[in-house]
Nanobody
């Protein structure tokens, strides 16, 4: 069974930075795609980006492209989400999730395991 634990959330002022971590307990982490999603208060969950196991590709949603960076450390079974130039609209609970897919990654339905989430609050 895959287990995921997010950490690194908190309160930050607009323009600041945070780095989230997603530690994944799985036998073959190098063969897993890890996605990041977020759910702003009162809104639907939305895709942030993903680290794809095949070819080492990384994809981002348009709303975070250029500000957020996803990286992966296969030796530590961990994926990171570096968030820079944060805006109040980035306030959300951030989740990581795993899938074997390498496409159609922006829909949560394709992910089998999810972390508990970590709160990110950006003040104006």
């Amino acid at each position: 069974q895959v287990q995921l634990v997010e950490s690194g959330g908190g309160l930050v002022q607009a323009g600041g930075s945070l780095r989230l971590s997603c530690a994944v307990s799985v036998r073959t982490f190098s063969g897993i795609t890890v996605g990041w999603f977020r759910q702003p208060p009162g809104k639907e969950r939305e895709f942030v980006g993903a680290s794809i196991w095949s070819g080492g590709r990384i994809v981002y949603s348009d709303s975070v492209k250029g500000r957020f960076t996803i990286s992966r450390d296969n030796a530590k079974n961990t994926v990171y989400l570096q968030m820079n130039t944060l805006k109040p609209e980035d306030t959300a609970i951030y989740y990581c999730a795993t899938t074997l897919r390498v496409f159609d990654l922006d829909t949560g339905a394709g992910y089998g395991s999810w972390g508990q989430g970590t709160q990110v609050t950006v003040s104006s």
